[in-house]
């Protein structure tokens, strides 16, 4: 396959899955492109057999190991969901009860594809050697009584295990540890060989080769060969009456995934290899479809790439294009047949020489019968739409340059469309503000592909060159649908289509996103006079800023760092607040700002660093408000307290860092038109936790010193669960009271707050173990209340709980966790327990219960004694 230079990744993505890598519909791993063992991990994994790790990789170099393999044999025999209901302890001393692959060891081993070693271990974790993979695969297929006759093992199964072709493309020595890619390459041939079964029995014991295959007769796959002629609507010649997720080969035609509409789609016109799975009720489904290497030559070139095209009346017609114009010194040359078939944007079309050359698209050329000649043509013309908005109501989607919306009725039957990104599937839904989408109808208007560009460039325009754009050091074009002017030294951020072609400019952006809260700033001794200005990060750090010998202030280049300074500063003291900056690659500060205040108008400002709103707003957890603004988990959240400039005392929170119906002294900076801050700063809050959080048993308190060599506090508590320790993030934070604060003691429980270096910033005491005697009834919030009481009875998923002589009231204890706490003990006095040990009050052993119910749910139990 042929693929010019031009075509940027975003469509290479596309086309690759049918040019040299003849990929499916899964996306192939990067580390199998190009392996001898392709074919068979991208069959293995469509089948599931075989599949990669969480990372997309297939490491097809690396050993497997035996319980690895076992699932491999049982999922190639057809049996995964057997062994998903065999996940019980294994007959094998060395395999440890809870190991992940239990049921695919228990299910070989019953079907006698396994039987361990001499010592009746099955070494679950060693490398699999060729010599007991090759004999699993032997005894899958039911050829063991042949191998035996030839000697068993190894050089029984080895023999017939070649005899069959297991080893085609795929051999090795008996004792060699054998990588992933040779168990696919083997496991891929055994599914096609013919299976042996036993057909004579007692003392006419008889085996024979027959008819089936693990393939065809096990796991319901057919393997077959054709052309792909039509999908859905598309078809390479004629209307197409199929439905949207079917596709004709030769003329026969299946179902396909929504998952695999892409990659089918970009297989259009082209002979592949392809398996179908029937299942139960009938259907037949296309589960992979490969391009036959030999029976396809595709030449696909962006638009901008083709030179000139020749057509004359009776001749075939000749396209001239570059492949790499930049480096190339003549252009290439192909040919179109007279009867050659067009398709433009998804539907057949008599040929026409014009349709070649598109404003913004690509060509694909097909050759199917390798005679140089080129039989189908494929067209993709489009034009951009950059996303406003998307109305979901009215399905629409308008376009930021006032062209027409977009439309895309999934109930309008006369027209049908797709949506893919980086070659996926995607909802109308999914699409975000600044998308250029790329759009492609076909000329009557009844298909609609869409393909989508989140991809984009910050920065400024160093150098422009004719029709050439230099950002950044890297060249870019200007897409066809926009028509403002991009001048030198323009900043802001540049969104691409998938040609990689500016398509939207937004100068707005322009504003930094680097916030930092300035506490202090001097002009550095020596000769150059440098600005050094003591900075908190919003990454929670203090450094130092220092200046090159200009700066850029305010957007007005060629400041000094005196002058900048003074700007800084208020009759003659530095004043704390909230700057934006920039550094160069040595670290040199070399812009910054300050916020224009627009608090007494509340205007947004799009362009300009911006203080929106100030004072006391009450925050509403359901809406994520603050008063009248919103805020997100994007927002950037600072803690500054009040008259405070030592950061020690500063803090980077998260949206967690808001209680319901609390309210905090803010300042919202960078207020976007949706009303969403960029950047809250806190000046006073509630110091006490989260109503969400969950409850800690506190088992110990020591004090230490931090990173900083500042003494605070250390908390052993009991936590979801298990016993955790937590850091204070300032010394005498964990007392109980304001007045007279007492320290807290074992077996008090309590919430935290916690900042964004998990340090302690505040807690709310729930309960004092020392007032074990006293019952009660808290409602804390809304959603939270706690209860402390004596239990009455106990059923087996409920317990019935008293307070202080008051009504019973019943509680759930599914889901909850249960803790118990005995202040008498010196050790072990606090531990995780299960709900059967939560007891009757008795006087004897009066121990009672403490509750917690957050949003009606009891999530905590903790049984005082």
């Excluded at 790790?53 to 497997?64: A, E, N, V």
């Excluded at 979901?392 to 308008?398: F, L, N, Q, R």
């Excluded at 500016?502 to 020596?526: K, R």
């Excluded at 200046?547 to 009759?571: C, D, H, M, P, R």
Aim: hydrophobic fraction near 40%; proline fraction near 2%.
């Amino acid at each position: 396959m042929t693929i010019s230079k031009k075509l940027p990744a975003a469509i290479l993505a596309g086309i690759m899955t049918v040019g040299m890598a003849f990929s499916s519909f899964a996306a192939l791993p990067s580390d199998v492109v190009d392996s001898p063992y392709e074919e068979a991990i991208e069959t293995l994994s469509a089948l599931d057999i075989m599949i990669g790790d969480d990372d997309g990789m297939f490491r097809p170099t690396d050993s497997i190991k035996r319980s690895e393999f076992a699932k491999v044999a049982v999922e190639a025999m057809g049996l995964g969901d057997v062994a998903s209901a065999s996940n019980h302890q294994t007959k094998y001393p060395d395999v440890v009860e809870n190991h992940w692959a239990n049921g695919y060891i228990n299910v070989a081993t019953e079907q006698g594809v396994v039987i361990g070693d001499d010592e009746r271990n099955f070494r679950p974790d060693d490398s699999i050697t060729y010599a007991e993979a090759m004999t699993i695969l032997v005894r899958i297929i039911g050829h063991e009584p042949s191998a035996l006759s030839k000697g068993g093992f190894p050089t029984g199964y080895m023999v017939v295990g070649s005899q069959n072709g297991i080893s085609k493309n795929a051999a090795a020595s008996a004792n060699d540890k054998v990588v992933r890619g040779m168990v696919a390459q083997m496991t891929f041939n055994t599914l096609t060989v013919k299976m042996m079964e036993q057909v004579g029995f007692g003392n006419d014991e008889r085996y024979e080769i027959v008819d089936k295959t693990l393939l065809a007769d096990v796991l319901d796959v057919t393997k077959d060969s054709g052309q792909i002629t039509a999908l859905g609507i598309s078809s390479i010649s004629g209307s197409s009456s199929l439905k949207d997720n079917e596709v004709r080969i030769g003329d026969k035609v299946f179902s396909v995934s929504e998952e695999a509409l892409p990659t089918v789609r970009n297989l259009l016109g082209f002979n592949v290899t392809y398996y179908v799975r029937e299942h139960d009720n009938g259907d037949e489904e296309l589960i992979l479809a490969r391009a036959e290497k030999n029976k396809n030559n595709a030449t696909t070139v962006a638009t901008d790439d083709i030179e000139n095209v020749v057509a004359e009346e009776g001749k075939n017609t000749i396209v001239h294009y570059w492949l790499d114009k930049e480096t190339d010194k003549n252009t290439k040359e192909l040919t179109i047949g007279q009867k050659a078939q067009m398709i433009f944007n998804g539907k057949p079309v008599d040929f026409d020489a014009a349709l070649l050359r598109p404003d913004s698209g690509r060509v694909t050329f097909l050759d199917i019968d390798n005679d140089d000649i080129h039989d189908l043509v494929f067209v993709t013309s489009f034009t951009n739409l950059v996303v406003e908005s998307v109305i979901e109501t009215s399905h629409k989607v308008t376009d930021k340059y006032g062209n027409p919306s977009l439309v895309l009725d999934p109930d309008d039957k006369d027209v049908k469309f797709t949506l893919t990104k980086a070659g996926h599937l995607i909802k109308l839904s999914d699409l975000n503000e600044w998308d250029v989408l790329s759009v492609a109808k076909s000329k009557d208007g009844s298909i609609i592909s869409v393909e989508i560009s989140s991809n984009r460039v910050t920065g400024k325009v160093e150098e422009i060159e004719d029709t050439k754009f230099f950002i950044d050091g890297k060249e870019y074009e200007v897409a066809k649908n926009y028509t403002g002017e991009i001048k030198l030294n323009d900043e802001g951020t540049f969104y691409l289509d998938i040609e990689g072609k500016i398509a939207a400019v937004d100068t707005s952006s322009t504003l930094s996103s680097n916030y930092a809260y300035a506490v202090a700033g001097e002009i550095a001794t020596g000769f150059d006079k440098n600005l050094k200005l003591k900075v908190y990060t919003k990454e929670g750090e203090t450094t130092i800023l220092e200046s090159g010998e200009k700066i850029k202030f305010n957007g007005a280049n060629g400041k000094t760092g005196e002058e900048v300074l003074t700007a800084l500063k208020s009759e003659g003291s530095f004043m704390p607040q909230l700057i934006t900056y920039e550094v160069n690659a040595k670290g040199e500060l070399t812009q910054l700002n300050t916020a224009t205040d627009a608090t007494d108008s509340g205007a947004i400002n799009k362009n300009k660093f911006t203080l929106n709103a100030e004072g006391e707003l009450t925050y509403k957890k359901a809406s994520k408000k603050l008063g009248a603004y919103n805020v997100n988990a994007q927002t950037l959240i600072f803690n500054i307290p009040e008259g405070k400039t030592d950061p020690e005392d500063f803090a980077i929170e998260t949206i967690d860092f808001f209680d319901d119906n609390e309210a905090y002294d803010v300042l919202l900076f960078d207020v976007a038109e949706d009303l969403t801050a960029k950047v809250v700063i806190v000046t006073s809050s509630a110091a006490s936790a989260n109503i969400e959080a969950p409850i800690a048993v506190v088992d110990q308190i020591t004090t230490i010193t931090n990173e900083d060599n500042e003494r605070v506090q250390k908390l052993y508590a009991y936590q979801n669960g298990e016993r955790l320790s937590f850091v204070t993030a300032t010394d005498g934070l964990l007392v109980n009271g304001d007045d007279e604060p007492k320290a807290l003691k074992r077996g008090d429980i309590i919430q935290l707050k916690l900042n964004t270096r998990n340090e302690i910033s505040g807690i709310r005491v729930l309960f004092e173990a020392e007032d074990k005697a006293t019952e009660f009834t808290t409602t804390i919030d809304e959603d939270m209340t706690i209860v402390y009481g004596k239990v009455t009875k106990k059923f087996a998923s409920s317990i019935n709980v008293q307070v202080a002589d008051g009504a019973v009231a019943n509680y759930s204890l599914e889901g909850a966790t249960v803790y118990e706490v005995d202040t008498a003990k010196t050790n072990n006095a606090i531990k995780v327990v299960d709900a059967n040990e939560i007891t009757q009050y008795d006087e004897s052993d009066p121990s009672r219960v403490f509750i917690r119910i957050y949003e009606d749910a009891v999530t905590e139990i903790v049984i005082i004694r």
